[in-house]
């Protein structure tokens, strides 16, 4: 363990403990997630940064949305989100999810990410290198020492907003609002 | 093996244009109403497996092209160099206004799942289908996105360019 850390750990064990075991969602989508084996296995070996792909959403606390994503492939994105426990981080990798990458104008493609789920963080590249995966994961770190990676706090403060978001593009969401809030839906049906 | 299949099939069916493009693969254009019967005629024929269900939007002359893709499967390793192979596009043009065919899933079973695309792609009806309910997409669409009428750019600018973002 680096020593000149030992005064963070005392200070806030949890947060170190969650910086340094990040449990990476193995959710895949579009073409990035060619690149998350290699990292994973032995070439760059992820467990070197404490990173380990879990099953489920609910052992996760780091999404990659590792490409493109589809309105299908967006629900999905939302319900596994609500999913992870806090503390949660969120990083797009490829530019599709930041902007739409060259899928800008398709019919079925959404464009911003952050507009539906917040993200914490980007990786621009189409598509990133592994390496550029353990750089994100560094700034990620410092992000976390210094609070500011506070994607699940800002779901929570402007959840209205999301879910607003989220019902414009899909008429009907099949589960309830994750915090109490006054849906599209709910206030055509009053 | 294709010269032959081409006299038999100009023999036997009435308004069948086949065209051969190479050695060993040929484009068989038919009537709407006789795609089933040219179907199992050709898959009856080694024809066996519908590799591919396709179709093309020739707005101009106000018609959808539906092609069929037909392989054989290959039994033995000499298959491959023999002249055994095939390869038959079987086409079909129908209406762009009401478009609707006949499905072909009791002769191909695995069409289903490419009838449903054609028809939520295309909106072109398969009489018969047994669910002929949206494969990929998640929206209504007004127009069937690859109809070559539905405006991409203006759809895009109105679905996802209207959506605000939430911070800053
Ligand atoms: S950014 Fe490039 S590599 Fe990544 S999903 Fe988009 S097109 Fe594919």
């Known amino acids: 363990m680096d020593r000149n850390q030992i005064a963070k750990w005392l200070k806030s064990p949890a947060k170190m403990a969650n910086k340094y075991s990040l449990h990476a969602v193995y959710f895949c989508t579009g073409c990035g997630i060619i690149e998350i084996p290699p990292v994973i296995t032995t070439r760059w070996d992820a467990e070197r940064f404490g990173i380990i792909p879990v099953a489920t959403p609910r052992q996760g606390n780091l999404f990659m949305i590792t490409g493109y994503v589809s309105l299908k492939t967006l629900k999905a994105i939302i319900r596994t989100y609500e999913q992870m426990p806090d503390p949660k981080y969120t990083v797009g990798f490829g530019s599709c999810p930041i902007n739409g990458g060259m899928y800008w104008d398709s019919y079925n493609t959404i464009k911003h990410l952050d507009r539906y789920i917040p993200v914490d963080g980007w990786i621009a590249g189409c598509m990133p290198r592994p390496e550029a995966v353990f750089i994100a994961i560094t700034h990620l770190w410092t992000l976390i020492d210094k609070g500011k990676a506070d994607g699940y706090l800002r779901y929570q403060e402007n959840y209205a907003a999301y879910r607003r978001n989220q019902e414009m593009l899909f008429a009907e969401l099949e589960w309830p609002p994750l915090y109490p809030c006054d849906s599209i839906a709910e206030e055509a049906r009053k | ?168």
């Open chain 2, 1 to 168: 093996m294709i010269p032959s299949l081409q006299k038999d099939l100009e023999a036997t069916f009435k308004g069948v244009e086949v065209t051969v493009v190479e050695d060993s693969r040929m484009s068989v254009l038919a009537p709407r109403d006789s795609i089933p019967v040219v179907l199992r005629y050709l898959k009856e024929s080694g024809l066996d497996h519908l590799a591919l269900l396709s179709c093309v939007d020739w707005i101009k002359e106000g018609k959808f092209e539906v092609v069929y893709v037909l392989t054989c499967y290959m039994r033995n390793d000499t298959d491959y160099t023999s002249d055994q192979r095939l390869h038959v596009l079987l086409k079909t043009e129908i209406p762009r206004e009401k478009p609707a065919l006949k499905s072909v899933i009791d002769i191909f079973e695995n069409a289903e799942p490419y009838e449903r695309e054609i028809h939520e792609l295309y909106g072109v009806h398969f009489d018969g289908h047994p669910r002929l309910i949206p494969l990929l997409l998640e929206r209504d669409y007004e127009i069937p996105p690859f109809r070559k009428d539905f405006d991409t750019r203006k759809y895009v600018e109105e679905t996802f360019g209207s959506i605000p973002p939430v911070e800053g």
